[in-house]
């Protein structure tokens, strides 16, 4: 059989596997491999890597694309000198998903200006890479989300929704007052996520101590 055929026959063997990063790159694969001279060991090596590698990206940019952050931050970019009061030790371990794995949840409190966001957001993009599931929300906007499906008279679908979420992220708590039907509807959906899944909420801590009395999340734990 001819180079040519094989090498067709090679190409559809990848594409029906769906190996479609390495029958992409295969003739770059091919050239590398003829200057380079690897056993045939190394070789297939090589190519599973290629081919992992290409399948964990795709699944980190489609699980950032249904997370929906607001934007790019990684806590590699987190100034920690200029927030020294930040455990930046917590902040790793928390990075490292074991939470997640044991349904815990988190609370990030503080003044508005400290990092909050970028820490959630960043906490979150940690998780989707390490091959959680993870929705991204304001509380202003789940609130409204969770008022308005109770209005429609499809409260139970909404909260199946968002229970979904191994993580769950909801941002600035307590940046606006609510009231106690919202309150009620918002520990509805702690009280099915807890320990089963985490909720990480950030909160102002500042607004939430003067809009919020009387209300306390006693069903998240509290780390910083």
């Known amino acids: 059989m001819s180079r040519e055929l094989v090498h067709a026959r090679v190409v559809e063997s990848l594409s029906r596997l769906r190996m479609r990063s390495i029958a992409e790159r295969l003739d770059a694969l091919l050239s590398e491999a003829a ?13 599973l890597c290629e081919e992992i590698g ?3 990206r795709k699944r980190v940019a489609m699980g950032i694309q249904i997370a929906h952050f607001p934007a790019i931050k990684t806590l590699e970019d987190f100034d920690f000198k200029f927030q020294p009061s930040i455990d930046q030790k917590l902040v790793r371990e928390l990075a490292t998903g074991r939470f997640i794995a ?5 609370l990030v409190f503080g003044p508005p200006g400290v990092g909050k966001t970028h820490l959630a957001i960043a906490l979150g993009r940690a998780a989707v ?3 959680h599931s993870v929705l991204f929300t304001s509380a202003t ?8 499906a109770e209005t429609e008279g499809q409260l139970a679908e909404k909260l199946l929704f ?3 979420p191994k993580l769950l992220v909801v941002d600035e708590l307590g940046y606006l007052p609510f ?17 089963k899944s985490s909720t990480l909420i950030t909160i102002n801590q500042a607004q939430y101590s003067e809009s919020h009395r009387g209300f306390e ?3 998240a734990d509290r780390r910083r």
């Open 35 to 47: 200057r380079t001279e690897p056993t045939y060991l190394d070789f297939l090596d090589k190519m």
């Open 54 to 56: 290409s399948k964990q």
């Open 102 to 106: 044991e349904a815990e949840n988190v």
């Open 129 to 131: 890479e390490a091959g």
């Open 141 to 148: 906007a789940l609130l409204a989300t969770l008022s308005k």
């Open 162 to 164: 968002y229970t979904k």
């Open 179 to 195: 009231e106690r039907q919202s309150a009620h509807l918002f520990f509805q959906l702690v009280a099915r996520r807890y320990e």
């Open 217 to 219: 999340p006693h069903s």
